[in-house]
Structure formats: structure tokens, C-alpha cells
């Protein structure tokens, strides 16, 4: 009867954390991440080589130094 009745605890614990994270409103972002989101955006496609032979020529130079 023991094992149940720690099973029923351990359910109820999960059931609970699981209820407050769907209220924490996690998907809806406020204007500053959006802003923060959309700028890692644009320097991730500024940062995009699409030559490796370039990408690694870069980086072999900058250990070497």
C-alpha cells in the first residue's frame, strides 16, 4: 500500500510542475527577445561563408599566428 501511495505523490508532483510551466507564458515572447531573436538572425546570415576552403584557410591562419 506504501509503493501506492508514494506512486500517487510522485504523480501529483509532476502533474503540478507540469501545470505551472503551461502557465509561464514561455512562448510568448515580449518585444525585447523578438528584437534579441531577430538580430541573432542577421548576424548569423552575415557571419554564413559558403566557401570552406575559405572558412578553413581562415581558421588555419588564425591558429598559426
Known amino acids: 500500500m506504501g509503493a501506492v501511495k508514494n506512486y500517487m505523490l510522485l504523480v501529483f508532483f ?3 510542475m507540469q501545470a505551472s510551466t503551461l502557465k509561464a507564458g ?3 515572447f515580449d518585444e525585447y527577445w523578438k528584437k534579441r531573436a ?3 538572425k542577421e548576424a548569423s546570415r552575415e557571419a554564413y ?3 570552406p576552403e ?4 581562415h581558421f ?3 591558429v598559426h599566428k
Do not use: F, G, M, S
Open 14 to 16: 509532476a502533474l503540478a
Open 26 to 28: 514561455i512562448a510568448n
Open 38 to 40: 531577430e538580430e541573432a
Open 49 to 51: 561563408e559558403p566557401n
Open 54 to 57: 575559405k572558412v578553413t584557410k
Open 60 to 62: 588555419n591562419d588564425e
